[in-house]
């Protein structure tokens, strides 16, 4: 399933996303209300035994489903976990905004919800600001909430990078979690004017900044960079199969490398979304946003936990620190 939405338990405010699942709707409602529509998983723990009945210093983390229980992680008792619910409702009670999308990841194990802030235009286009919120059940991710903008003409609020946020806080799951919540919640409203005046000034430097050709290729090559051929594989890849494989395998992914590059190059020169518009064409600004594009709409394969939190939130990331080094902007 590439776009990892479990069973289309996704919610969205009048826009669709990308991968056409759940529900749109037209009202303007809040995470209690979201999660109550799309069915959030019920969360408990139980303790851990021994198979002879032995207590030990751990306990599962479990989720009740539609189709039924399922053990999402195994912790030790010190774990402090954040139950869905517990997150949802520490989220209505500091941001009070309504939801722009609310979705279920892993089978359930992990949660994500976004509100739209206020936005900016960069030479005359707008820039949607949001507030991403994760919560997991994992064991072994943190909780996070983070602010980060969104240019409208490539628009997926799933679609967000921590380099280009302003601000990203973390929830440790080592001491009481909840009171954790309710300040990074408070202390990230609190910020968000300030922090988003000096990011709209640095967005509109990459905007006023042209890219060269050269420039271009260095950008796209560092956003997808391949990987290098060892040179004791290279030594033995006459006599040894396995180093021989291994040398396929690398050539393989850099061939897949290029493709990326190479379809984020079309996208930038003129088959993007916006990719003609004052602000985007031939710009740093532009060449970013045909890197964002490509991961949220025009790749084969992509998925929603990818392009929030994995592999393709880190080309995204890539890509912005480039055009931001070439551009001469510091955040």
Not at 61 to 78: K, M, N, P, Y
Not at 119 to 124: H, N, W
Not at 289 to 305: F, G, I, L, P, T
Request: aromatic share 8%; glycine share 6%.
């Amino acid at each position: 399933m590439a776009h990892e939405i479990y069973n289309e338990k996704f919610l969205s405010y009048r826009v669709p996303a990308w991968h056409k699942l759940g529900q749109v709707i037209e009202e303007q409602i809040g995470a209690e209300e979201a999660a109550r529509r799309i069915r959030m998983p019920h969360i408990s723990t139980e303790p851990v035994l021994t198979a002879s009945g032995l207590p030990t210093d751990h306990k599962a983390i479990i989720g009740t489903l539609d189709e039924g229980r399922q053990v999402f992680s195994v912790v030790h008792t010190d774990y402090r976990e954040i139950t869905h619910f517990d997150f949802i409702k520490g989220w209505d009670r500091n941001v009070t905004r309504y939801i722009e999308t609310i979705g279920v990841l892993r089978g359930g194990a992990g949660i994500f919800l976004s509100t739209k802030l206020p936005s900016f235009t960069v030479k005359g286009e707008e820039v949607e600001a949001y507030l991403l919120a994760e919560n997991w059940l994992t064991g072994n991710r943190t909780s996070k909430i983070r602010k980060t903008p969104v240019r409208v003409v490539c628009m997926n609020t799933l679609q967000m990078s921590d380099r280009a946020s302003t601000h990203e806080l973390r929830i440790r799951h080592s001491r009481p979690a909840v009171e954790q919540l309710d300040k990074n919640f408070q202390a990230l409203i609190q910020q968000s004017a300030a922090e988003y005046s000096t990011l709209k000034e640095a967005y509109e430097i990459l905007a006023s900044t042209r890219m060269s050709a050269d420039s271009t290729v260095e950008v796209l090559e560092k956003s997808y960079p391949a990987l290098p051929m060892p040179e004791a594989l290279l030594a033995r890849a006459s006599s040894d199969n396995e180093a021989l494989n291994r040398l396929a395998q690398i050539e393989r992914y850099n061939g897949g490398q290029i493709k990326h590059q190479q379809a984020c190059a079309r996208l930038y020169e003129g088959e993007g979304r916006g990719a003609t518009s004052p602000a985007a064409a031939g710009t740093a600004w532009g060449l970013y946003n045909s890197v964002v594009e490509y991961e949220q709409y025009a790749k084969d394969r992509r998925d929603a936990e990818s392009i929030m939190f994995g592999a393709g939130k880190f080309r995204v990331e890539r890509a912005f620190d480039a055009v931001c080094e070439y551009a001469g902007v510091k955040l």
